[in-house]
């Protein structure tokens, strides 16, 4: 088969593969993650206490667009997963020439949970697994060209992609420490050191985190606090079992067979780095193994959330593409085969909720199942006890009544992660509100809510454990920092 022939049918799939994600991201309802995210983007700021903020700004793009509904908040994931899916296409094609590298690393790449489900929903690896294989994408041009006149501009587009993954999540980090060691341990490309484009590039990076860097030192560096302090967890008597997690995770999330294939692509690449210095292999190598490293590091003290290690994905999928030998098609079809079954089966899950699965074992429903019904419930209790307001005990279920509640209920946020969001400041003072708290956590800390009394509960539906109680309360003034948390207008039906 023609390389342009290869080309037209890879694009004919990623056209109906953004199709399909687009219509699963309209109808799937959104994650608590994702109304938190929502929330942030009716308040853009340069940081909050949990992430950058690129993942605010795609939200307001895409709710511009499409409006105030899942489609708007997710609008952008799918786009950008085939833009990003077509720059691996270019990498691959260009590290490898002559081989079926680009289309292998972009069918295996989406056949994986961590981007097929990953682009429908809207979270900060979102656009940072986009921007990400964007440096990659420079990178490789870069790595084929060496430091030939031309090829220069190539650092200025890394440093723009590098800078704006910096502004999606902080683990970019890891981008510019593997960028950086490569052009250190590659001797094809030590010329660059004495060029001034590495250094522009790096400067432009700079400039963009910049507004982030100036967010945190003005708000006690809460955001590198926050996601440095989990460094400071250790519990190595359970290293094992954090261990165990961590490979499963990866197993489930990026496939069996993908995954396997990906970590031959480790392999290789951390081989053929070591041995030859090739400045394609090596920069495979530099962009993977040390978050490998570092994530197996942090395992055996700690747990490692599954999509921490998305990041290593595109460079393995190349690899592995640069691997596929021309004579054997088997092993990599299988693996691609396989995941598209396994995501089709979450599309399907994740839109209807209808594979008849046990709540506690159905991780789509332990996130996304009855949050409507419960918002239903929370409404008709505040209009049968006269509470002017709603807010709940915890981040995730204050953005979700936020997301659900009818026009004219405020929902109000008094969870920590709402204090440095600039949102509205409530008056609530001597206003009777209810309170939505997890019924397993028992009545509410009378320090902050010394009047607090049951009355009922709500429950939210298809969901282990989600029992609540509702509590009838009065803000007391000077007791708390509460926000009045953004709604969507007109959607409600009763």
Not at 113 to 119: D, I, K, M, N
Request: proline share 8%.
């Amino acid at each position: 088969m023609s390389a342009r022939r290869q080309a037209f049918l890879l694009a004919t799939l990623l056209i109906a593969l953004t199709a399909v994600r687009l219509g699963v991201a309209a109808v799937t309802p959104l994650a608590p993650d994702e109304t938190y995210y929502w929330v942030w983007s009716h308040a853009l700021a340069p940081g909050y206490l949990d992430h950058p903020p690129m993942v605010a700004l795609w939200i307001r793009a895409g709710t511009a667009l499409a409006g105030q509904t899942a489609l708007g908040v997710r609008l952008l994931g799918p786009l950008a997963a085939a833009l990003a899916s077509w720059l691996l296409y270019d990498a691959a094609r260009v590290l490898f020439p002559g081989s079926r590298a680009g289309t292998v690393a972009v069918l295996l790449l989406n056949a994986t949970l961590l981007l097929g489900v990953g682009s429908v929903i809207m979270t900060p690896d979102t656009p940072l697994l986009v921007f990400w294989t964007a440096t990659l994408w420079a990178a490789s041009r870069l790595a084929a060209g060496g430091p030939r006149k031309g090829t220069g501009a190539w650092w200025l587009a890394a440093g723009l992609f590098g800078g704006l993954a910096l502004d999606s999540k902080y683990t970019a980090l890891f981008l510019w420490l593997g960028v950086g060691l490569w052009v250190l341990l590659v001797p094809l490309m030590r010329p660059w050191l004495r060029r001034w484009q590495p250094w522009a590039a790096c400067l432009l990076g700079f400039a963009l985190f910049a507004p982030v860097l100036a967010w945190n030192a003005a708000h006690g560096w809460a955001g590198f606090l926050r996601q440095g302090g989990r460094v400071a967890d250790w519990h190595p008597l359970r290293a094992v079992g954090f261990l165990a997690e961590l490979a499963g995770s990866q197993l489930g999330l990026a496939t069996p067979l993908v995954f396997v294939l990906c970590m031959a692509a480790l392999a290789a690449a951390a081989r053929r780095s070591w041995q030859t210095r090739d400045s394609a292999w090596s920069l495979l190598a530099a962009l993977s193994v040390p978050p490998v490293l570092v994530f197996l590091q942090h395992a055996l003290g700690d747990r490692v959330q599954g999509n921490w290690p998305a990041i290593i994905y595109p460079a393995l999928a190349v690899g592995a593409g640069g691997l596929a030998r021309p004579a054997d098609n088997r092993t990599w079809i299988a693996a691609s085969g396989l995941g598209f079954a396994i995501t089709a089966l979450a599309y399907l899950q994740a839109a209807t909720l209808l594979i008849p699965l046990p709540p506690r074992l159905d991780p789509i429903a332990i996130r996304l199942a009855g949050w409507d019904s419960l918002a239903r419930q929370v409404a008709a209790e505040r209009a049968l006890t006269g509470a002017t307001w709603a807010t709940a005990d915890g981040y995730a279920s204050s953005s979700e009544l936020a997301w659900w509640m009818p026009d004219g209920t405020p929902v109000i946020g008094t969870d920590p992660h709402f204090r440095l969001i600039p949102l509205p400041v409530a008056d609530l003072a001597g206003q009777p509100g209810l309170l939505l708290r997890d019924a397993r956590h028992g009545p509410p800390d009378p320090a902050l809510w010394p009047d607090a009394a049951p009355v009922g509960q709500a429950v939210r539906p298809g969901a282990p454990a989600g029992v609540f109680t509702l509590y009838r309360v009065t803000a007391l003034p000077g007791r708390m920092t509460a926000v009045v948390l953004p709604h969507r207008v007109g959607w409600w039906s009763p």
